[in-house]
């Protein structure tokens, strides 16, 4: 099956700094890339769909200059979180598809906890 | 606007069955979706309707009825480890994908 990689895992950061997560799609192409963000015991938020080679489209109220993200390649799209705070603190979740615009079905990476100090 | 409702918790027992409501308004209908969540982890899917009807697979079945907005996940001969959030998505006119805000399922012995 389709395989997502999401590094790091868990991140630490003291506040003011930036932090890189990589999204990685294994054994597919992805064409679409999606980046959500969770607070504990809410659902899924939206931050961005990103195709490959194209800007990034993000979602009201997300801040471009913040989230900065790169769908550089087929098989990688990377979230920076620029000049972290502690609100900022969430479960990250990339996910992939193969089509444009999500098509069927997305495909999860494991998610990157951010904890800012 | 768009939305999605979900009971928030359920509690059920194991061996037993168990059926999770989800009921949508969104703009357009393009497919929906049921995800298993466990606590840290990132969701994975568990089935998909755009007809309306049941799916079955497996121990989960879902049904889709579009014409009254609604759709429910079966679970049964629940087992502990069926013990997480379960999230329904709808993908709009823009194949966008609406979350609820997912059931939690605890499973007691």
């Known amino acids: 099956g389709a395989v997502v990689s999401q590094h790091p895992s868990r991140v630490i950061c003291k506040s003011g700094t930036s932090v890189k997560i990589e999204c990685r799609s294994l054994?597919?192409?992805?064409?679409?890339m999606f980046w959500y963000r969770q607070f504990p015991k809410q659902s899924l938020m939206l931050m961005a769909t990103?195709?490959?080679?194209?800007?990034?489209?993000?979602e009201q109220g997300v801040e471009k200059d913040k989230f900065l993200i790169n769908h550089a390649s087929l098989t990688l799209s990377t979230l920076t979180v620029t000049s972290a705070h502690p609100e900022d603190s969430s479960f990250y979740i990339c996910s992939a598809s193969p089509e444009v615009a999500g098509g069927y079905e997305q495909y999860f990476g494991p998610g990157t906890r951010l904890t800012v100090t | 606007g768009q939305n999605i409702d979900q009971p928030t918790e359920m509690t059920a027992t194991e061996g037993a069955i168990v059926q999770i409501n989800c009921t949508y308004q969104t703009s357009g209908f393009n497919g929906l979706f049921w995800y298993q969540q466990h606590a840290g982890e990132a969701p994975t899917f568990l089935s998909y309707?755009?007809l309306d009807g049941l799916e079955e697979k497996g121990r989960f079945s879902s049904f889709l009825s579009r014409s009254k907005g609604y759709s429910y996940l079966l679970l049964k001969e629940l087992q502990m480890k069926d013990s997480a959030s379960y999230l329904c998505?709808?993908?709009?006119?823009?194949?966008?994908?609406?979350w609820g805000a997912g059931t939690k399922l605890i499973i007691k012995p």
């Open positions: 054994d597919f192409q992805a064409t679409t």
């Open positions: 309707n755009v």
């Open positions: 998505a709808v993908k709009d006119s823009n194949y966008q994908l609406i």
């Open positions: 990103s195709n490959e080679g194209s800007k990034a489209t993000y």
